[in-house]
């Protein structure tokens, strides 16, 4: 019995985030459509695209059919990119871009965590390269987030690991086993109706700011709804917080993408596997 305790004591939490509207106030991956631009990636009209999606996104959310019809769009739209060039691009413009629009209450709720001895994890539909330098300004400990397919430096435009709906679920249980998270007192924070895969694979699951269908889940399963509505800069809320050099940005975030795309390779050899096994 005393085994038993000690085991349950040792037993590891943590908390899942979501990003879009849930960490920040926007879109991340539209959000920077006109550093793109910029940066001769794309052209004026897929800024005023963009800029339109993140209207509507804002607006309403996003629900299943919304969410494929931006992803075939995006994907197409990043076919040839050079990856590293989006990474610096990124790297160059994330404090403008991302830290005004990070929530407060978001900020405090991963530093609450923290503080309770949990690791915090973003996870999230939009790609590896903006979502881990963001994780990284925010303080997660991991990001789990789409990843595409490189072929000589350049997106092929095909995604390798699309992490959406029940995809969210499969890798919060994935890092739960390796990480020896216990998922019955772990926390799981999201916006949108496509995320109650998520939200339901943990024993605390908190609507944040959600859209209609989330609302009325959350209201049907008794689930706690949360508003998030101060966006404020990071030094804003902690004067005295020592923000990482863009360059220092820059080298993090290719280190970052190499480390979580050999992880994410892992991942995905070993579903493979699994579902081979059970065929």
């Not at 000589?152 to 699309?162: L, N």
């Not at 916006?191 to 699951?205: F, K, N, Q, R, W």
């Not at 917080?241 to 995905?268: D, E, K, N, Q």
């Amino acid at each position: 019995m005393l085994a038993f305790v000690e085991n349950l004591a040792m037993r590891r939490t943590a908390a899942f985030f979501d990003l879009d509207k849930t960490v920040i106030a926007k879109s991340s991956t539209l959000t920077f459509g006109r550093s793109f631009y910029q940066g001769g990636l794309i052209n004026r009209r897929a800024v005023l695209r963009t800029a339109y999606a993140q209207f509507v996104y804002l607006l309403g959310g996003a629900d299943h059919d919304q969410m494929e019809r931006m992803r075939e769009y995006l994907s197409a739209l990043c076919r040839g990119w050079n990856v590293q060039q989006v990474k610096e691009i990124v790297a160059e413009t994330i404090h403008d871009l991302i830290d005004p629009i990070i929530y407060d209450e978001a900020a405090s709720l991963i530093e609450e965590h923290h503080l309770a001895g949990r690791d915090v994890v973003i996870v999230s539909t939009s790609g590896a390269e903006v979502v881990e330098p963001i994780g990284k300004l925010i303080g997660a400990d991991r990001v789990v987030a789409t990843r595409m397919v490189v072929e000589d430096g350049c997106y092929s435009g095909e995604i390798e690991y699309y992490a959406y709906g029940p995809a969210k679920a499969e890798a919060i249980a994935w890092l739960a086993e390796t990480e020896g998270y216990d998922l019955s007192r772990c926390y799981a924070y999201s916006d949108s109706i496509t995320d109650v895969p998520m939200l339901e694979s943990v024993g605390h699951p908190y609507a944040v700011n959600p859209d209609r269908a989330l609302r009325k889940e959350a209201a049907g399963r008794d689930w706690p709804v949360l508003t998030f509505s101060r966006p404020v800069r990071l030094k804003q809320r902690v004067p005295n917080l020592s923000m990482p050099s863009r360059p220092a940005l820059a080298i993090a975030a290719a280190a970052v993408g190499a480390a979580a795309a050999t992880a994410g390779l892992v991942w995905y050899t070993s579903q493979r596997r699994a579902r081979f096994e059970r065929v």
